[in-house]
């Protein structure tokens, strides 16, 4: 079946640090990828997304590029914010080869950043 | 746009005890979904509702959890009775109806319902 895998956490940065958390993935057809975002005591929101191979998500300064030939979709920001501390979660969803996507979300089990100033 | 409803935020039970959980999802959305979130893992899908027909139900433990959405809006998820392990994070999502040929629909989640088993 499908599944996501991230990095251990909690990463803990000082403000203006590089952050990169990994994320690999199995599963099979055409999966859309995903990472969603929880702020404390907040529901999760859709940080970004890339439906196809070499695609690349961005938002609020954050970019993932899937990777299909090393099944991942690391997630990346120049410059961390203390605003950024929060839980970052990966994730897939079934997609047919026209890249409409069905059925539920596979998520990772999350990583814990905490920015210091 | 009003965003996914769920009550209460926070209950605390009792092993054994019963309790129920409410989603109001955003207008219009056809789909919906719970997940149970457990403490230090992602979220797990529990049910998913098509209108108010269940199109995945694999993962509920139906001996003790049940879920419904009659008229296709609002949903309550119930467990009877709670175990310990029962302890996570309720999680309702709702989107939109149509499937677009290529498209990929973002799945819009509540603020969750905390759930204490002792």
């Known amino acids: 079946g499908n599944s996501v895998t991230q990095m251990e956490g909690p990463v803990t940065l000082s403000e203006e640090a590089f952050l990169t958390i990994n994320c690999t993935y199995t599963a099979t057809g055409y999966p859309s990828l995903f990472w969603y975002v929880q702020y404390p005591g907040e529901g999760l929101q859709l940080l970004l997304k890339?439906?196809?191979?070499?695609d690349k998500g961005s938002n609020k300064g954050f970019e993932a590029t899937y990777r299909k030939e090393t099944t991942s979709f690391h997630l990346e920001k120049g410059s961390v914010q203390v605003s950024d501390s929060a839980v970052y979660f990966c994730a897939l969803i079934r997609a047919n080869a026209g890249g409409t996507s069905y059925g539920k979300l596979t998520f990772g089990q999350g990583t814990i950043l905490t920015v210091h100033p | 746009e009003a965003g996914v409803a769920q009550s209460p935020r926070y209950k605390i039970i009792e092993k054994r005890q019963s309790v129920a959980f409410w989603c109001n999802p955003i207008s219009g959305h056809a789909t919906l979904y719970w997940y149970q979130q457990i403490l230090g893992q992602g979220p797990k899908l529990l049910i998913q509702?098509?209108?108010?027909?269940?199109?995945?139900d694999s993962q509920l433990p139906k001996d003790r959890f049940s879920a419904e959405r009659l008229k296709g809006v609002d949903s309550t998820l119930k467990i009877q009775p709670a175990k310990l392990e029962d302890s996570a994070v309720y999680l309702c999502?709702?989107?939109?109806?149509?499937?677009?040929?290529?498209?990929?629909?973002?799945?819009?989640f509540g603020p969750g319902t905390r759930l204490t088993v002792l």
């Open positions: 999502a709702s989107r939109p109806k149509l499937r677009v040929a290529g498209k990929v629909h973002e799945q819009f």
């Open positions: 509702f098509q209108n108010n027909g269940v199109v995945d």
């Open positions: 890339a439906t196809k191979a070499d």
